[in-house]
Nanobody
Framework: VQLQASGGGLVQAGGSLILSCTAS????????MGWYRQAPGQQRKWVAT???????NYSDFVKGRFTISRDNAKNTVYLQMNSLKPEDTAVYYC??????????WGQGTQVTVSS
């Protein structure tokens, strides 16, 4: 099983990025999918989740700025990030959870927001 995250990069404050996480070895339609992030020296934090039924939930620090979505046909989950702030700088990880084979993490993609 592999979750391949991509789309990270360097962006100025106020800018936007779209992260993608494409799964192989599992069918994401059988899983809830989430995004998490970890800044240097900090613990990994939950960012957003989309359930198998397409219900979404967001942490307070991204609510209104980030949007999580899934395309089951492409076996991919996305994170649209708008109005980025320097404090959004972190490595972003995707996670598949609650499915028939347990849970899985992707390898992470770096997002850096300059002020």
């Amino acid at each position: 099983v592999q979750l391949q995250a991509s789309g990270g990069g360097l962006v100025q404050a106020g800018g936007s990025l779209i992260l993608s996480c494409t799964a192989s070895g599992i069918v994401i339609g059988d899983y809830g999918m989430g995004w998490y992030r970890q800044a240097p020296g900090q613990q990994r934090k939950w960012v957003a989740t989309v359930t198998r039924g397409d219900l979404t939930n967001y942490s307070d620090f991204v609510k209104g700025r980030f949007t999580i979505s899934r395309d089951n046909a492409k076996n991919t989950v996305y994170l649209q990030m708008n109005s980025l702030k320097p404090e959004d700088t972190a490595v972003y990880y995707c996670r598949a959870l609650g499915g028939p084979d347990g849970e899985f993490w992707g390898q992470g993609t770096q997002v850096t927001v300059s002020s």
